[in-house]
């Protein structure tokens, strides 16, 4: 059974692997699983074919046979519960690389994600100027405590998992704010992450199509 994923027609960050199918493209590329790419525009993904797929009506979705998955997290556990790659074979280490996914998107975006809101969504209130500052404050507050966490290892836990995967993906976020490049440990983990092979191909993929060239999945 082939594998579905869909994707923005044009991603609002115009490429840069910030949208959520980065993330599903990236685990799959790891797992060495072919797929295609479904693009949805924004207009579509409101329609009741995709909001049968994702009843919030966002990206990505998956699909594999009967199977119909949405949510990153959902998605990527599936995956790498499926293929080898991404969770490790021992079961303490197994639920560690788990806990560190959930720690990703629980106590980790979050945070970061406040920055976005508040920068383009609330940048305009007479009340941002002070907020700004508060919200970056405890961004720093979260990443020294991953940072010290982190320390000189290389991953999180290990070898390479999917608990990376998703805490890498979540740090890229950062990129452009600055706030990321005061943490020299966490900066040179997420340069970890861009630089595995697997990753490399799932960014390239999702930027062809936002420089309008035809994605090979």
């Known amino acids: 059974m082939s594998i579905i994923i869909t994707a923005f027609e044009r991603s609002p960050d115009g490429g840069k692997g910030l949208a959520r199918d980065t993330r599903v493209r990236w685990a799959l590329e790891e797992a060495e699983q072919p797929y295609e790419v479904r693009l949805v525009s924004f207009a579509a993904m409101k329609e009741p074919a995709h909001v049968a797929l994702h009843p919030f009506g966002q990206i990505p979705t998956y699909e594999e046979g009967d199977l119909v998955l949405f949510e990153t997290g959902g998605i990527v556990f599936h995956i790498a519960e499926r293929h080898a790659g991404l969770l490790p074979h021992d ?11 959930f720690a990703a998107l629980n106590s980790v975006e979050p945070t970061i994600l406040e920055l976005v809101t ?43 998992s999917a608990g990376d995967l998703m805490m890498v993906s979540v740090l890229l976020r950062l990129r452009l704010s ?7 440990k966490l900066a040179a983990y997420v340069a970890r992450g861009e630089a595995r092979p697997a990753y490399k191909r799932a960014f390239a993929a999702q930027l062809a199509i936002n420089a309008g060239k035809p994605a090979n999945g």
């Not at 079961?91 to 560190?100: E, G, T």
Request: proline letters at 5%; charged letters at 30%.
């Open 91 to 101: 079961a303490h280490a197994r639920a560690r690389a788990i806990m560190w996914m």
């Open 118 to 160: 508040a920068k383009f969504q609330e940048g305009d209130k007479p009340w941002s100027k002070e907020r700004m500052p508060l919200v970056a404050d405890r961004i720093r507050q979260r990443l020294g405590q991953l940072s010290t966490r982190l320390g000189d290892a290389e991953w999180l836990d290990g070898a390479f």
């Open 178 to 184: 600055g706030i990321l490049d005061e943490f020299p």
